[in-house]
């Protein structure tokens, strides 16, 4: 077996927070506005509620850097819950990303992407899954070219997708067409709305600042982890979380919450207030960058759980080989390959994603426990970080992700019992692995 330590320390600061941020900007920033602003009809509602989801988030962000410097291994949470909890969680969390959660997202994400190339470049309805398909071919191969060349597809690719929401907001505030009249009304005249609103509102703002945590993932190549680990998912959650800010504030510029609320197309309609007939093939294009941005992301992280897995010994063996020229886990990404690839050409992959969408919210929910939970038994575990505000950090976002977890199973109780099951399935295949080990179990 390869030892985790043969991955090489390449990333520094600014690779691991694009990691994070490419990863969490994709196309639901031009989707969930329009849910939330139909959901209070105002304006200060509907940006303050993406004040609280970032601050849940960064809750989060800040319970799991302090366990990302402590343990900076390939595998992010499967190394935190099998550390804090019991061998069989960490695998349970691996399993499941592995078979469903990582493969579908790919597949969902690459579905998106080729849904909006079509919008720019013509092509039929049946063409998709094959573009999509091919996106994800694409990416794959890039990535088994190396660290490097991975790392530095993200770079370019997150960089272009800030920049391009960042012109979303400028041409909002310069060119003609948005008007302050259109942020009224401020509040909703009758504030019981409010109450009814925001938790649904809450939990889209949540999924679309998911994905906040996939640096952890690659922990054994990144540079001084115990600073830069930390300091990525902090500055990349704050970074997602004034895009976000800015690009609902100018959504409300050009539409007003009404209009913003009745569309079906947020973005598009509102950079056609500014830019006419380009506004609509603008948003495409800014949708095709951040969802190939989010799937390189996806892509390049997710490889490193089943390979530390198969280095702990509760893998298949070819799962924890390297390339030899360069020192990636080729096998594992051509495998993740062929599994998105069959969800994105089936189109199993958005009812598998509904199955299991509550269990990435209820592992992130342990996470925050790990680390009460380590505090308490391993005082000494070296923690080059440690998160502010403890105890109440880790608590409040363990009461928020509960709370999410819980309105999903309230709202789909059938797809989260199936999503239950499937995680569960991963028990015997656990200890499959364990007596193949030899290690008791």
């Not at 850097?65 to 900076?72: D, K, N, T, W």
């Not at 660290?147 to 960089?159: C, E, F, M, S, V």
């Not at 979380?241 to 913003?260: D, I, S």
Request: some cysteine; charged content about 10%.
């Amino acid at each position: 077996m390869t030892s985790p330590h043969s991955l090489r320390r390449e990333l520094g600061l600014l690779d691991a927070t694009m990691i994070n941020a490419g990863s969490t900007i994709a196309s639901a920033i031009f989707i969930v506005p329009s849910t939330v602003a139909l959901a209070f009809g105002s304006t200060m509602p509907t940006l303050l509620i993406w004040v609280a989801g970032g601050l849940v988030t960064l809750l989060g962000a800040l319970c799991v850097a302090e366990l990302g410097a402590a343990m900076p291994e390939a595998g992010g949470q499967y190394v935190y819950l099998e550390r804090a909890f019991h061998p069989a969680l960490g695998f349970l969390y691996g399993w499941a990303a592995f078979v469903i959660i990582n493969t579908a997202s790919i597949a969902a994400v690459a579905w998106a992407f080729a849904t909006y190339l079509a919008r720019l470049v013509p092509m039929s309805q049946g063409a998709i899954p094959w573009v999509a398909a091919a996106s994800i071919v694409v990416l794959t191969v890039l990535n088994l070219r190396g660290l490097r060349t991975g790392a530095l597809t993200q770079n370019i690719l997150t960089l272009i997708k800030i920049g391009t929401l960042a012109a979303v907001a400028i041409f909002a505030l310069v060119l003609p067409g948005g008007t302050p009249s259109n942020l009224e009304p401020l509040w909703p005249a009758n504030p019981s709305t409010l109450a009814v609103a925001l938790g649904p509102a809450l939990v889209a703002v949540l999924w679309a600042y998911d994905g906040w945590i996939q640096s952890t993932y690659v922990g054994s190549e990144i540079r001084d982890p115990g600073r830069n680990l930390p300091r990525s998912i902090i500055l990349s959650t704050l970074m997602v979380m004034g895009t976000y800010m800015a690009v609902n504030a100018a959504f409300l510029f050009l539409l007003g919450p009404e209009r913003m609320g009745a569309s079906a197309q947020v973005g598009s309609d509102a950079m056609q207030v500014v830019l006419g007939s380009g506004g609509e093939r603008f948003i495409a294009a800014a949708i095709v960058i951040g969802t190939l941005g989010a799937n390189n992301g996806y892509i390049f992280t997710s490889a490193r759980i089943p390979y530390a897995m198969a280095v702990d010994g509760k893998f298949f063996q070819w799962a924890g080989r390297l390339d030899a020229k360069t020192h990636s886990p080729n096998l594992v990404l051509l495998v993740q390959m062929v599994m998105a690839l069959a969800f994105t050409l089936s189109g199993t992959y958005e009812r598998l994603l509904t199955y299991v969408v509550f269990a990435s919210f209820l592992f992130y929910a342990l996470s925050a426990a790990a680390v009460i939970v380590l505090r308490r038994r391993e005082p000494d575990l070296p923690r080059p970080y440690r998160a502010w505000g403890y105890p109440f950090t880790p608590i409040v976002f363990i009461l928020f992700a509960i709370y999410l977890v819980g309105d999903t199973i309230i709202h789909s109780p059938k797809e989260s019992v199936i999503g239950a099951g499937i995680v569960l399935l991963g028990l015997p295949a656990y200890y499959y692995w364990k007596r193949r080990s030899g290690v008791a179990a």
